[in-house]
């Protein structure tokens, strides 16, 4: 069984940050920052030895990959950052491609939403970089700067073809014919042309039942987000959708202070690890193409204050349990020998299997307790 942790590049500085953010801005930023609001919860989250590396340093990415071959993890999904033409945090991803002798396996997710402050604001957000998706001609300088990475032998193929995994493509308009041209030019550049894939969290957006996803070899049940979707009702979605708009008018119409009141009353809860995890192990798939997703840990009260979410009675013990669990069905529901983690170091969101001071190595041992005891042979790098 291939193990792919997803991977977060903003643990460095960049000019675009310190002008949004201040200073110096990174996700340890946000991390250190985090406070505990229940009993239950586990906050702040400290990395082991004090850690709080910086991505400039290839040193840094050496030590990532060595620890995550390891503990059987095949490869890293690492996000990429791009607004028709302008990069953002691509520094650790250049540097993997640069770096030969880190013999580790790697393919990119685009994270195609605009660039904002959604994630800190209570209400209207600001965009700072906004994402078209343009033309032909926007198509193929995309294409040119992603086949370096992709002809890398480094690259994670699937039946020869580079894997390209796309955030959020309900959003993008002229999906198709994009991806099609992404494809004719790769096989024009000597490849197999490229396999696709997205993360799919609510299947009300794009599907194989809506036919939105013709150009899409596989769907990944982002966890997660994804049963967080599957929880709610058709009545509490709407709820949720009500709820939302109050507080957006809220915003708008009343004293900052008074606003920020009604959300520390309101916002916020506490989701049940146990519970979620037992619905993705129920989870039936829908189609071929769905992938399944595991998730270490959940809490982005770092990021959204008491806006957040997050779980309680989270152990390395059950995430071992309940991942041991995941690879069965994986290999016998989903007919699949590959599956995603959320995540190796999504620290402000709580998701990461990288060490920290409470759980040290745990959940990394899980991983690969599960993977010997589930018989998967662990890759040749």
């Not at 685009?110 to 600001?126: G, L, R, V």
């Not at 769907?219 to 009702?233: F, L, T």
Request: aromatic fraction near 18%; hydrophobic fraction near 35%.
């Amino acid at each position: 069984m291939k193990v792919i942790a997803f991977y977060l590049p903003q643990f460095h500085p960049i000019p675009e940050n310190d002008k949004l953010w201040g200073t110096g801005f990174t996700e340890w930023t946000n991390v250190k920052k985090a406070k505990k609001y229940k009993d239950d919860q586990y906050q702040p989250r400290e990395p082991l030895n004090d850690n709080y590396y910086d991505l400039r340093d290839i040193s840094v990415i050496r030590w990532q990959t060595e620890l995550a071959k390891e503990y059987g993890i095949y490869g890293f999904c690492i996000y990429h950052y791009w607004f028709n033409g302008k990069l953002l945090l691509e520094k650790p991803l250049e540097m993997m491609l640069e770096a030969k002798d880190i013999k580790f396996p790697y393919c990119i997710c685009w994270a195609n939403e605009n660039w904002t402050n959604q994630w800190k604001a209570n209400t209207n957000y600001e965009v700072f970089f906004e994402q078209k998706y343009g033309n032909r001609n926007d198509w193929e300088n995309h294409f040119e700067y992603l086949y370096q990475f992709f002809i890398d032998d480094r690259y994670i193929k699937i039946n020869g073809k580079p894997l390209l995994v796309i955030y959020r493509p309900d959003i993008i308009e002229n999906i198709d014919e994009m991806l099609y041209f992404w494809n004719e030019k790769a096989k024009e550049y000597g490849l197999k042309g490229l396999c696709f894939a997205y993360q799919k969290v609510d299947e009300a957006f794009f599907n194989f039942e809506n036919g939105k996803d013709k150009m899409f070899d596989y769907h990944i049940e982002y966890q997660p987000s994804s049963v967080m979707n599957w929880a709610q009702s058709k009545k509490m979605k709407k709820i949720v959708e009500i709820k939302r708009k109050v507080f957006r008018w809220l915003g708008e119409h009343l004293d900052t202070n008074v606003f920020t009141t009604i959300i520390v009353k309101t916002g916020g809860m506490a989701r049940d690890y146990d519970k979620d995890w037992t619905a993705i192990l129920k989870h039936e798939p829908k189609s071929r193409k769905d992938v399944p997703c595991a998730f270490v840990d959940w809490d982005n009260t770092p990021r959204r204050g008491r806006r957040g979410i997050y779980y309680k009675n989270v152990s390395c013990k059950s995430f071992g349990a309940y991942f041991k669990e995941l690879i069965k069905k994986a290999e016998k529901q989903y007919a699949k020998d590959f599956l995603f983690v959320f995540a190796w170091n999504e620290w402000a969101e709580g998701g990461y299997l990288e060490p920290d001071k409470k759980n040290r190595y745990g959940y990394l041992e899980a991983i690969k307790e599960a993977l010997v005891n589930a018989d998967s042979i662990f890759e040749n790098y």
